[in-house]
Nanobody, 119 residues
Framework: QVQLVESGGGLVQAGGSLRLSCAAT????????MGWFRQAPGKEREFVAG????????YYLDSVKGRFTISRDNAKNTVYLQMNSMIAEDTAVYYC????????????WGQGIKVTVSS
């Protein structure tokens, strides 16, 4: 089984930056994609960014392209989300997740971490 722990959230001013980290423990044998989702108050959860664990291909929500960068460190079983030029609409709880080959969907989820952008 895989356990995910997020860190690096907090309060930031509009125009500033934050870097989120997600550390995975357990077997990563079946990992296909590691990704980030977010949920703002009163909104549906949405996909933000993902990275293929083996090949490194990345995917982004249109509204964060050019501002956010997802990266990985396979040796440390860790994925990062660098968030720059942040805006109020980025305020949400951010979740790290793992898509597995075994079940073909996002199977493992972190507990979530709060990000607040002040204007």
């Amino acid at each position: 089984q895989v356990q995910l722990v997020e860190s690096g959230g907090g309060l930031v001013q509009a125009g500033g930056s934050l870097r989120l980290s997600c550390a995975a423990t357990g077997s990563m044998f079946s990992t296909y994609t590691m990704g980030w989702f977010r949920q703002a108050p009163g909104k549906e959860r949405e996909f933000v960014a993902g990275i293929r664990w083996s090949g490194g291909v990345t995917y982004y929500l249109d509204s964060v392209k050019g501002r956010f960068t997802i990266s990985r460190d396979n040796a440390k079983n860790t994925v990062y989300l660098q968030m720059n030029s942040m805006i109020a609409e980025d305020t949400a709880v951010y979740y790290c997740a793992v898509q597995t080959v075994r079940v073909g969907r996002y199977e493992y989820w972190g507990q979530g971490i709060k990000v607040t952008v002040s204007s």
